[in-house]
């Protein structure tokens, strides 16, 4: 059962701002200011520009917890500021407190990116190894590592999201971390409830981080993927499916999710926004063919409603697909193909909606965001794909176009990186 959502977004900082700019039609991308985009082939890009990462971006917390997590920004970076900062936003949602959790059966799923270490930590011990002008590479030992402040690799590791979390709320089940880049959302969750389900805790913040705006992000984004050039309204950048798409646009965010046991929730009388009824994940590689991505999403989905049904809960009317929807030309091609492998042509088809199109891609932290806004959305109508004027042949989906489809009672998210991991999930209102 979900019991509690927290969201960092270039949306907005709440579930309800994110869906009301979803519907709305906003958009998050605007001109970076977080790095300076002169060496970079884009200049524009989607910032969570509410996050400040001030103590108030962490909702309403206790006075020493105030106290910890502000000193301990210290070695938190932007990535694992945001996602303690959802966390705690999570567990404020869900009512967390010591007496209706068992701290020993509560734990942490974290997803994260790989993060890279800004270039300033090394200045200093770069600086004391040059010599006439060059780097003495057989001084960096010596001279130049012992001015790199001790405690640094602490902001930048993959796991430190969820250690974070964990110490600062005492949450002493289990605890695990998820780097499958853009796939890390629906893999912490499948692994989230089958942690729930195999008896080993009752309740689990279950999250994912992401950036791909930083000094060396960025420029590995530039020189391993293709990008959305950049357009005079920014806004346009990034079109989904859409037949004059040209690449992604980099972002930035966080979302997490309070997963608990029926047993558990229903005992201290949570509020249950939502039941993950399914999930599966797939990787395909280039000897899988000369599409892996449009295997690989075909298999998760497939995993997934191959879950619901060993469940039970596979006769559940699916209201929507939230796709992957990266804006690539050959991405798109081969999720749209993924999805009719499994559901048929496009009369066949549930709605199928992305929020990329309003935000880009946030790496590992997107995911999660998508099922924070789909979940938001059931019952209600769905946003529309942002930019699809033009909807691809070659991407032969049942496109959400305007406000007024229904969401429905449940939906799929699926993402997928370039790298053909994929992960989906299948999530209905309770």
């Not at 938190?76 to 020993?104: H, K, P, T, W, Y």
């Not at 929020?355 to 959305?377: D, I, P, Q, R």
């Amino acid at each position: 059962m979900i019991t509690g959502m927290g969201v960092v977004s270039p949306l907005g900082n709440s579930p309800e701002a994110l869906v009301a700019a979803l519907r709305a039609g906003d958009s998050g991308i605007r001109p970076l200011t977080l790095v300076p985009t002169e060496a970079y082939c884009v200049s524009h890009g989607a910032e969570a520009i509410d996050f400040t990462g001030h103590i108030d971006n962490y909702g309403d917390l206790e006075k020493d917890l105030k106290k910890t997590i502000r000193k301990a920004g210290k070695v938190m970076c932007r990535e694992i500021e945001m996602g303690v900062a959802v966390a705690q936003l999570a567990l404020q949602n869900a009512r967390f407190d010591a007496e209706s959790f068992d701290r020993d059966r509560t734990g942490v799923v974290f997803g994260c990116d790989y993060i890279m270490s800004a270039p300033e930590e090394y200045t200093d011990g770069i600086a004391a190894c040059i010599e006439d002008g060059r780097f003495r590479f057989d001084k960096w030992g010596q001279t130049g590592l012992p001015k790199v402040a001790p405690l640094w690799l602490l902001k930048y590791l993959p796991n430190m999201p969820a250690s974070h979390i964990a110490i600062y709320n005492d949450l002493r089940g289990p605890n695990n971390s998820i780097t499958l880049r853009e796939s890390s959302a629906g893999a912490a969750i499948a692994e989230a409830v089958s942690t729930i389900l195999r008896g080993h805790a009752d309740a689990l913040v279950v999250g994912s981080t992401g950036s791909r705006i930083h000094l060396l992000r960025t420029l590995h984004a530039s020189m391993q993927e293709t990008l959305a050039a950049d357009r005079e309204d920014p806004a346009t950048m990034s079109r989904p499916f859409d037949a004059t798409r040209d690449g992604s646009v980099i972002g930035e965010g966080a979302a997490a999710i309070i997963c608990e046991s029926r047993e558990h929730a229903q005992a201290r009388g949570a509020e249950i926004f939502g039941e993950v009824i399914g999930y599966g994940t797939s990787c395909v590689g280039p000897q899988g063919g000369p599409r892996p991505i449009r295997v690989a999403i075909a298999n998760a989905i497939r995993a997934a409603i191959r879950c619901a049904n060993a469940a039970g809960h596979g006769d559940t009317p699916i209201g929507h697909i939230h796709a992957n929807g990266l804006g690539h030309v050959e991405i798109d091609r081969d999720e749209a193909r993924g999805i009719q492998d499994v559901f048929g042509d496009v009369t066949q088809q549930p709605p199928v909606t992305t929020a990329k199109g309003h935000f880009g891609n946030l790496g590992a932290g997107g995911g999660m965001v998508e099922v924070v806004g789909s979940l938001k959305s059931l019952g209600g109508e769905l946003f529309a794909i942002r930019n699809l004027n033009d909807l691809d042949s070659e991407c032969e989906i049942n496109a959400v176009r305007d406000n007024q489809t229904p969401a429905g009672e449940s939906f799929i998210s699926v993402n997928a990186t370039p790298q053909g991991q994929s992960s989906a999930v299948w999530i209905r209102r309770p």
